[in-house]
């Protein structure tokens, strides 16, 4: 497998993701879905959880769209709650696996297969958005994911959504000593790209930097109301990927914003150009 930082446009992204997402689904949610569990609503690898966090406010009656869902234990969770949950994910195989639990649960998650740069759901139909390290990451263009979100919104609706913290691009993605030594420019905007054996790209994850995502979200119409920087909780040793005890007790590994719609428009919803 070729390894890159190197330019790839949105539909090369896209395609990428989809593909292997669909491929991954399968070990992806046999390695984490306990951690995740069926209806939790876990933000992060470091395993700040909701129901005590309260990121999101009072959600019981409230309509939400998850984005970048999953198998849905977000959404599930939600749902527990008294909310009214919609999912969207890129990927039909973590869609699959939502269906699965559902069936099991014995509960209904509404789920739609779509794009995060174009929703399809019509201006302000939902009254707050959430995404726990889904979709942002993996676009091209998270001005778009982010207008988009705006749009589906009603006015002063919230939108919070994890992400890898920015500052983690300097390090090595290395759970172990290693990754305590940063060896790359944080600057450096350049997208992770992994190659099939074709040199088409078959993976691709973008980095931001802080000022980035707050430029982003701003620029969307949206106003940064919070920002946690979650800290590795004590006794908490699992690792998951470049996340582990070592690593956490000194480095952040994850950024969650939260966002509100303005509450009066001052210009038309704008879909984000395909």
Same mark, same amino acid.
Request: charged content about 20%; overall charge negative.
């Given at each position: 497998?070729?390894?890159? $930082?190197?330019?790839?446009?949105?539909?090369?992204?896209?395609?990428?993701?989809?593909?292997?997402?669909?491929?991954?689904?399968?070990?992806?949610?046999?390695?984490?879905?306990?951690? =995740?569990?069926?209806?939790?609503?876990?933000?992060?690898?470091?395993?700040?959880?909701?129901?005590?966090?309260?990121?999101?406010?009072?959600? /019981?009656?409230?309509?939400?769209?998850?984005?970048?869902?999953?198998?849905?234990?977000?959404?599930?969770?939600? =749902?527990?709650?008294?909310? #009214?949950?919609?999912?969207?994910?890129?990927?039909?195989?973590?869609?699959?696996? &939502?269906?699965?639990?559902?069936? /099991? /649960?014995?509960?209904?998650?509404?789920?739609?297969?779509?794009?995060?740069?174009? =929703?399809?759901?019509?201006?302000? &139909?939902?009254?707050?958005?959430?995404?726990?390290?889904?979709?942002?990451?993996?676009?091209?263009?998270?001005?778009?994911?982010?207008?988009?979100?705006?749009?589906? =919104?009603?006015?002063?609706?919230?939108?919070?959504?994890?992400?890898?913290?920015?500052?983690?691009?300097?390090?090595?993605?290395?759970?172990?000593?290693?990754?305590? #030594?940063?060896? $790359?420019?944080?600057?450096?905007?350049?997208?992770?790209?992994?190659?099939?054996?074709?040199?088409?790209? &078959?993976?691709?994850?973008?980095?931001?930097?802080?000022?980035?995502?707050? +430029?982003?979200?701003?620029?969307? +119409?949206? #106003?940064?109301?919070?920002?946690?920087?979650?800290?590795?909780?004590?006794?908490?040793?699992? /690792?998951?990927?470049?996340? &582990?005890?070592?690593?956490? $007790?000194?480095?952040? +590994?994850?950024?969650?914003?939260?966002?509100?719609?303005?509450?009066?428009?001052?210009?038309?919803?704008?879909?984000?150009?395909?």
């Amino acid at each position: 497998m070729d390894v890159g $930082r190197r330019p790839v446009s949105r539909s090369q992204t896209s395609r990428a993701n989809r593909g292997w997402w669909d491929g991954a689904a399968d070990d992806y949610q046999a390695e984490h879905g306990g951690f =995740l569990r069926d209806d939790g609503f876990v933000w992060c690898p470091e395993g700040l959880d909701e129901a005590g966090a309260r990121l999101l406010g009072e959600v /019981a009656g409230r309509r939400i769209l998850e984005i970048g869902c999953g198998a849905g234990q977000c959404g599930r969770w939600l =749902l527990g709650q008294g909310a #009214t949950v919609v999912g969207a994910d890129l990927s039909h195989r973590q869609l699959q696996h &939502s269906r699965r639990i559902d069936m /099991a /649960a014995g509960v209904r998650l509404p789920v739609v297969q779509a794009d995060a740069e174009t =929703l399809p759901f019509a201006d302000g &139909s939902f009254d707050l958005a959430c995404s726990a390290y889904g979709a942002l990451p993996f676009v091209a263009d998270a001005a778009a994911v982010l207008a988009e979100v705006r749009r589906v =919104l009603r006015p002063g609706g919230r939108f919070v959504f994890s992400v890898s913290h920015p500052v983690r691009w300097a390090f090595p993605d290395d759970p172990g000593p290693r990754g305590l #030594t940063a060896d $790359r420019p944080y600057f450096d905007r350049s997208p992770y790209v992994e190659y099939d054996d074709e040199g088409e790209p &078959s993976y691709v994850e973008h980095h931001r930097t802080m000022g980035d995502w707050v +430029g982003l979200i701003t620029g969307a +119409g949206l #106003t940064l109301t919070g920002l946690t920087e979650p800290e590795w909780p004590p006794g908490h040793d699992r /690792a998951w990927g470049g996340w &582990s005890p070592l690593r956490g $007790r000194l480095l952040p +590994g994850t950024a969650i914003f939260q966002c509100t719609a303005p509450f009066q428009s001052t210009a038309p919803f704008q879909r984000a150009a395909s």
